[in-house]
């Protein structure tokens, strides 16, 4: 893309506020990737189709790659870098790397944000199907998703509903 | 390419009349991955993110819904909307991926007009009226005659879709959605979306749209005819799926090629009015 | 090592899952340098041109841009595996859609891009060669008209233009055998091109020194193979060049040759600046690799009582517009075609060819996939013809250990049998084999779905060429492991930790593992052909052998005792045999010998793999590039079926994948092996193709190229783990990265001949594909009866 300058972006990143240098037609993920460091979350396909961008945005579970950054002026980003000290995260990955679901990592930061979205807002644990369905667009090239399924299964039954205070976004 | 935010649908009509090739960015979900891909270049875009009311969903007490095009594919998916209504819920529940149907919006999907995507013929065989806006103010026009072509709509340029209005849904009503598609959040290889009344096991109206098998959604007034003051046994819902098979013309691509998606529509077509008919029988 | 070391055999969680976890692990394009560029390339829109003439000035008077190279600005150095062909940028002509012509080096990636689209290339537009009959028939026009000239390590012999291999296998007499077969099955299979899809795209970082040293790191299977052609292609020593491995997002084979390195390494000597290019996953897929499409005939004959007696087969790789790994992938399918049966006469026999498409390479089953699919379907053809169970008449055939494989090299363990009666057992098979129906009134039952429950049994390979790796013993008694096995994420580094401490007896916190890094790593030939457990293990084995000689002999001198009294105890000590009470550990050895005697204990080891050779007296082996290959691997599958008469979409319900892995090393990544393996193989049978129109590829994104996401597969895939050990490997050990994608697409295949009667042989078995076959199959004849049904059960059997 040509034309146009590059400008300003006033957002909160991992609950601190961050003016972003943003291209034109710059996305979310380019301002997280380049500009802020962040690289947690990958560049796979740019299209929105494979999920290894997926963050936070403004609560809910979003694709980086899909959010224009001149956009996202005042919306509040959590990267998987945001969820260092998150229960629901640090009991999912106890569970992944437990049931051998990390292989080559390049899908994983993906799958714990949205598994973590997932986790905050339900108050039961997500079975096998619910989890299938919200990782429906997370895809996984190595593993053939049971293990990640059946570790999601079990962090959620230790961790949704569970005495764990989920931190606010 | 500069971006705009306005917060009235009439700043929106202006600054669509002050730059050409404008295009309005509502949730970005095809078009950020279409910039992404070099495939759109415009000079401007206009935000609708600040444009207040437009993301309303607004249940009447008739029963009639009227929802801003803003409004994101998730919050129609979670919806639970009545009667032949669920045809909706049940198109925006298999639209991609939750991350997409998060931002994506209605009306986002309704004017790019892809014929492969799952809200167009939902909202055809739902009967959806489109409120547009622009210069020359406020009009109103059908779900049908609001798809025109291949990724083209009945909006004129400067204008805006602002909202849709749904019919209150007869007592009786049901709908169904069902799509075919490789793998799951695929486009449609080819979709059904249906909408019928229904009396004591009489189905006294009927709506099909298909997906996928035309330049815009497919409905023909013979198919819905067919199924009309029926009992929807089998031959009369064959000769619905024969009617539209006949008049499917579908794009060939890697989903498929045109004489397989007509090949299936017959048997798609049954599926869904079985599936909505179930919905009557089973107890509320 | 007498009794099982406590490391081996369990499921310990990797050391790398935390970063990843984290976001924090980097891979290559997380990466930064200071004052690093960032690179583009402008790929061929045309499947075959000559370049007339090519415009950078636009893109050079773009503020930002440090460098713009073409072809011609290249020395015209080609590298490859076995064919010379390759270049860096196209020099000359374009030989498939999506070939790098010219390639940017600016201060940021917008800038790059957009200069990229500034070249203006004028071309002359070539007839192209789009298929392998194209490519194979008389008067073709050749892919490489140069061909001639290259340099070619072995040559191979070439007797057709667009011929960049032909091979054979073949014992026995083929030509007589038939008239000893009752019944003869004949087939011809296709199968397409599968993408990798790994899901980080390929990325490197160049630069020098200021000395001139050149530093790389890259997404890549093998620093070696990739220092070794950067020696070539930029006539530096090799040891002028460092190859890094940042984390691997993903691989399967289509990162095992080198691809933007050469590239990225001319633009950071051009510019004398670090440069970084990561493909976007458009360029990846037009320009990188792909697994070879190929047309496979078959012919196989049996006995009425279900013994093998021979069987003919030829096989057309179409490689696509290099040569890279295809003579090896032909020798390679060609010496599973026989399966893991014992079958006397054979006649093996292949080409690998040219043509403009995306050049083809190493993926994941390396030509035995193809060969599988129609080699698995015969012998459920001819289980079919002779109304045997399919999975009895694998057993009569199947291979034991002690028996040998074709070529003549003795089979050395096998769990072929426990494989095929495992799943058999696991799965229902023979309830379900005569429950599934294919009747009209099955149809109206299940609203259209008939299910079926199929089998495949088959064959890999662990071993080949060089490896080798180095155990030092730090201070505090604590180890450093040295290799050079990339991992790309299937856990090779925690797996040779894990034989390490086996070998050490030591907890697996004790063991930490260098990174993989040329400078620094001992030689691995790549992490590639199912070879890492084995071969790497292997030397990891000896390497803690040589440490543990060093420390019994240090606690000899210590405890005055002959060497042979001195044992290795669990938890890092050596003690005196018999006298508990008397022990030393392994922190106090090595500080001894760090400071007072003997010096740092270090151990290496290193191998090439020094299996049997073929046996030539007993085979014809036709210009086959290698003399010996690899340790035979085993596995069997049964999958369970449901085809939607509807639409002809097939879905898997359940699968039980039985691998003979000869000792798992860590059970849960052997089991994470075996389904992301089968769910790739999965992909190739039902879903997976890339596609070309006149040449051009129609669906080079993730848009329109699918892979299976969670919802499309069931949760019900279980791997069932055989372990016959392996004389020769790591606490017994074999190979299972390749086996599980092998037997995938045969298994399904049967499957879906049972649910529906009828015998697909083109890959992917896309709903369309189905659909036309029981379209087909009612239209000429609706009572038609299924070939494939297996008689009525026998009682008591």
Sequence with gaps: ?169 | MQIFHPTTVDEVIGLLAAHDEARCLAGGQTLVAMLNLGLLDPPALISLRKVAGLDRLIRHADGGVTMGATVTQAALAAADLPGALAVLGEAAQQVAHPAIRNFGTVGGALCHADPAADLPPAFVAADARMTAIGPDGERSLSAGDFFVDYLTTALADGEILTEIRLPPPPPGSVGAYLKFARVDGDYATVSVAVTMTLENGVCRAARIALGSCAARPLRLDAADAALADTGLDADSVARAGALLQEAADPLADMRGTADYRRRIVPGLVARAIGAARAKAEAPA | MTATPDAIGKRLPRRDAADKLAGAARYTDDLTRPGMLHAAILGSPWPSARILAIDTAAARALPGVKAVLTGADLPARRWGLFVYDETPLAAGVVRYVGEPVAAVAATDLATARAAAALIEVDYEELAPVLSIEEALKDGAIPVHPDFDGYEKRPDLGFERVNEIARQEFSEGDVESAWGNCDVVVEGVYEVPSQSHVYLEPVSAIAEFDRAGKLTVQSANQSVYKVQATLSRALDLPMSNIRVATPAIGGAFGGKSGVTIQPLVAHLARATGRPVRLTLTREEDFMAMRRRHPAIVRVRTGAKTDGTLVARDLDIVYDGGAYAEDSPAVLGFGLLMARGPYTIPHCRLRGRAVYTNRLRAAGFRGYGNPQVTFATEAQIDELAGRLGLDPVELRLKNAVEAGGRWIGGQTITSCGLSECLTEARDASGWTGKRHRAGAGAGADAETGGKRRGIGVSAFAHICGLLGTSATVRLLEDGTVTLATGAVDLGQGAEAVLAQICAGALDLDIGRINSAPVDSDAAPYNWSTGGSRVTYMAGRAVVQAAGAVREQIVRHAAELFECAPADIEIRPGGRAGIVGVPEKEIGFGDISLRAHYRSGGPIIGSGALVYDGEAFDTKEALIRNYPFERIGTYVFGAHVVEVEVDTVTGKVDILRAWMAHDVGRAINPTEVEGQIQGGFVQGAGYALLEELLWEDGQPINPSMMDYKVFGALDLPLGLHPIIVEDPEPSGPFGAKGIGEPPLVGAAPAIANAVAHATGLRLRTLPMTPERVLDALDAAAIRDPEMPAPDRDPEPTPGA
């Design chain 1, 1 to 169: 893309m040509t034309g146009g300058g590059v400008a300003p972006v006033d957002l909160t990143v991992n609950g601190e506020p961050l003016t972003l240098l943003a291209g034109p037609g710059a996305t979310l993920l380019d301002l997280l990737r380049s500009r802020a460091q962040l690289t947690g979350s990958k560049q796979g396909c740019n299209s929105g189709v494979c999920g290894v961008c997926t963050v936070l945005v403004d609560g809910k579970t979003a694709r980086a790659c899909l959010m224009l950054a001149a956009d996202c002026a005042g919306r509040t980003v959590v990267t998987i870098e945001g969820l260092d000290d998150d229960p629901h995260a640090a009991v999912l990955g106890e569970e992944m790397a437990k049931a051998g679901a990390v292989q080559c990592g390049y899908c994983t930061p993906g799958i714990v944000v949205a598994l973590t979205d997932l986790f905050r807002r339900t108050a039961v644990p997500p079975d096998a199907a619910a989890v299938r369905h919200w990782l429906g667009g997370n895809i996984c090239r190595c593993t053939g998703y049971v293990s990640i399924v059946e570790a999601a299964v079990r962090a959620g039954q230790r961790s949704v509903g569970a005495d764990i205070e989920a931190r606010a976004p």
